[in-house]
């Protein structure tokens, strides 16, 4: 999972969640804009009601705190740096996940795909590495 999107491959993403990297960076990025931490402190991996649980999920409660501390997401730029499988064909559907929980146009919405040319545990197809960026602000601003 990449993004709220299942991407077949041979490989997978293992995680106490459903192991969606691009997710979890978001809800940090957004945790970490409003000051609330990070992921691991609002959904601890020893806590068993969120094994396997969907990071969409996660997600939409992070938009939750934003919406009560009275934010609203202002852009979202993430990147993904994988060798295989290529993503490119799977970021639209990406975008408009992302862009559908933080009730945001597409267009505020980025997702770079990017490889690590061969170099350290994700060149050797052994791992992802995903980024994000989020700006907030108060709403009606």
């Known amino acids: 999972m990449l993004g709220g999107v299942e ?18 960076a978001l809800c940090d ?16 991996d020893n806590d068993p009601k969120y094994k396997d649980v969907a990071s969409v999920l996660l997600l939409q409660h992070v938009v939750g705190l934003l919406d009560r501390q009275g934010f609203i997401t202002h852009n979202i730029d993430c990147t993904i740096v994988l060798e295989q499988p290529k993503l490119m064909v799977y970021t639209n559907a990406m975008i408009a996940n992302i862009a ?11 997702i770079k795909v990017k490889t690590n040319e061969g170099m350290g545990f994700v060149g050797r197809g052994e791992g992802v590495a995903a980024f994000a960026v989020v700006t907030v602000k108060e709403k009606g601003a």
């Open 29 to 44: 990025a957004i945790l970490g804009a409003i000051g609330a931490g990070d992921i691991g402190r609002h959904f601890p």
């Open 7 to 24: 991407i077949p491959h041979e490989k997978g993403s293992l995680g106490h969640s459903d192991g969606d990297a691009l997710l979890h």
């Open 100 to 110: 559908g929980v933080l009730r945001v146009p597409a267009e505020m919405v980025s």
